[in-house]
Each structure stands twice: as structure tokens, then as C-alpha cells.
């Protein structure tokens, strides 16, 4: 069973930035996806960003295009979502999801990037808060 766990959230102001990170574990296979997910009170889970390990490509959610930043650190198995630019509509619970099944589609990954149901492990999940 992959293990995830988050780090890195926080109250920020509107306007600041703030670095989650996503350390993995118990990865065994070579074709995956791994990124970020969010859930604000009374909201659906809805992808934020994600990264195909074998296809190296980024997906990102509309809310967060040219705002947050996905990358990786291979060596560490770590993912991180760098934010900048917060709004106080970025406030949300942030969740690590690992994927095999979208990793296996190759190409095709891209366009169920966001699918919640199609991500098989979580993290315990991170809060971020955007606030004066």
C-alpha cells in the first residue's frame, strides 16, 4: 500500500505564497501519477495538480493555472505544489493522491487527471488558509 503523507500547510495572507510537499513511500511500479487534490467545507474534491511519472507531464486544474507550480524530486519520491498568488477561494483541506490506473493509460492520462475516483491512495490531507 503506497503511503503518503503532506507537509506544509498553513494560514497565509491573500496575495502570499505557501510550498506543500508530498513524501511517498512504498512505490513499486513505474508508470503512476501523483498530485494534489482539494476540499473546502461543503465542496466536492477537485483536482488542483497532477504530474504522470512516466508520460513527465503536468496536468493543472483552471483555478490554479499559472499560479501553482507541481514538481518532483525523484531521488526523495517527494511531490511538491508550490502556490503563489493565494486567494482567500484557495482555502481548502490539500490531499496528496497517487494514481496506477491513470498512470497506465499513457497519453491518455491527461484527460482524467482530475478524476477523484480514479486515485487509489490519499494522504491524510493538509490545511491551507488564505485569510487577512
Known amino acids: 500500500q503506497v503511503q503518503l503523507v503532506e507537509s506544509g500547510g498553513g494560514l497565509v495572507q491573500p496575495g502570499g505564497s505557501l510550498r506543500l510537499s508530498c513524501a511517498a513511500s512504498?512505490?513499486?511500479?513505474?508508470?503512476?501519477?501523483i498530485g494534489w487534490f482539494r476540499q473546502a467545507p461543503g465542496k466536492e474534491r477537485e483536482g488542483v495538480s497532477c504530474?504522470?511519472?512516466?508520460?513527465?507531464?503536468?496536468w493543472y486544474g483552471i483555478p490554479v493555472k499559472g499560479r501553482f507550480t507541481i514538481s518532483r524530486d525523484k531521488q526523495k519520491n517527494t511531490v511538491f505544489l508550490q502556490m503563489n498568488s493565494l486567494e482567500p477561494e484557495d482555502t481548502a483541506v490539500y490531499y496528496c493522491?497517487?494514481?496506477?490506473?491513470?498512470?497506465?493509460?499513457?497519453?491518455?492520462?491527461?484527460?482524467?487527471?482530475?478524476?477523484?475516483?480514479?486515485?487509489?491512495?490519499w494522504g491524510q490531507g493538509t490545511q491551507v488558509t488564505v485569510s487577512s
Open positions: 512504498e512505490i513499486t511500479v513505474d508508470s503512476y501519477v
Open positions: 493522491a497517487y494514481s496506477e490506473r491513470i498512470g497506465q493509460r499513457g497519453r491518455t492520462w491527461y484527460y482524467v487527471a482530475g478524476a477523484v475516483d480514479l486515485y487509489e491512495s
Open positions: 504530474f504522470s511519472v512516466s508520460e513527465e507531464e503536468t
